[in-house]
């Protein structure tokens, strides 16, 4: 079985309390389950993405879309407790990356992903 909460937990925000809200959903699954998760970031564009005054997360809360813009170690912290799977909590496009694939800049990319299994 598979919990796949692909660009879903940043409409959660932190006072609803995400991480335990995720680790319900696990606690139900059994052993040798997986946790798929994406998680938006601010991390590689401040500005872009989470400046005050511009950015993607002023504008989806300015319209009444909650969006919680997490960092790198809030997004592993949904894996606490869980085997994350190589190469761990990464930017999405270097999560098993296509070897031929098109370069794409770090800078252009505000998602964190990570696959875990529950022992």
């Given at each position: 079985?598979?919990?796949?909460?692909?660009?879903?937990?940043?409409?959660?925000?932190?006072?609803?309390?995400?991480?335990?809200?995720?680790?319900?959903?696990?606690?139900?699954?059994?052993?040798?389950?997986?946790?798929?998760?994406?998680?938006?970031?601010?991390?590689?564009?401040?500005?872009?993405?989470?400046?005050?005054?511009?950015?993607?997360?002023?504008?989806?809360?300015?319209?009444?879309?909650?969006?919680?813009?997490?960092?790198?170690?809030?997004?592993?912290?949904?894996?606490?407790?869980?085997?994350?799977?190589?190469?761990?909590?990464?930017?999405?496009?270097?999560?098993?990356?296509?070897?031929?694939?098109?370069?794409?800049?770090?800078?252009?990319?505000?998602?964190?992903?990570g696959v875990a299994?529950?022992?």
């Amino acid at each position: 079985m598979a919990l796949s909460l692909i660009a879903i937990v940043h409409f959660v925000l932190d006072e609803d309390d995400p991480q335990g809200i995720v680790r319900r959903f696990m606690d139900a699954l059994a052993p040798g389950s997986f946790l798929a998760l994406t998680v938006f970031t601010a991390d590689t564009d401040p500005v872009g993405v989470g400046g005050v005054g511009v950015g993607v997360g002023r504008e989806y809360n300015a319209r009444g879309i909650p969006l919680q813009i997490r960092d790198k170690a809030e997004t592993e912290a949904f894996f606490d407790g869980y085997e994350l799977l190589d190469p761990g909590v990464t930017l999405v496009h270097h999560w098993r990356p296509v070897a031929d694939a098109a370069p794409v800049r770090d800078q252009d990319i505000a998602m964190y992903a990570g696959v875990a299994v529950k022992r």
